[in-house]
Nanobody, 123 residues
Framework: QVQLVESGGGLVQAGGSLGLSCAAT????????MGWYRQAPGKERELVAT???????NYADAVKGRFTISRDNAKNTVYLQMNSLKPEDTAVYYC?????????????????WGQGTQVTVSS
């Protein structure tokens, strides 16, 4: 019905940069908030950043000033530019979107998650 496809993960040295992207496809009327979450080994999934349909952003304290979230509404895509990466940024990063799904009777708002992409930062 609706899928989120992530790309851009990989291995980078501390201080380096990496960009992630996530494209939503399917029976989409519109998308409200999109965001990125991450989960490190042995830890709970945590918020990284979110961006509303109006481009209002929110960041976790740990990534403020280093990461930038943005979106292209025409492409139903959200991006995460990660700069000055640290080893503690190592995690699986998940894309999240609140989607208004096209239906016959009325739109339905549902949350979808991407499959996750590994980001590893070496010291």
């Amino acid at each position: 019905q609706v899928q989120l496809v992530e790309s851009g993960g990989g291995l980078v040295q501390a201080g380096g940069s990496l960009g992630l992207s996530c494209a939503a496809t399917g029976s989409i009327s519109s998308i409200d908030t999109m965001g990125w979450y991450r989960q490190a080994p042995g830890k709970e999934r945590e918020l990284v950043a979110t961006v509303t349909s109006g481009a209002i952003t929110n960041y976790a304290d740990a990534v403020k000033g280093r990461f930038t979230i943005s979106r292209d509404n025409a492409k139903n895509t959200v991006y995460l530019q990660m700069n000055s990466l640290k080893p503690e940024d190592t995690a699986v990063y998940y894309c999240d979107a609140h989607v208004w799904v096209r239906t016959y009777y009325t739109p339905t708002r549902r949350e979808y998650w991407g499959q996750g992409t590994q980001v590893t930062v070496s010291s």
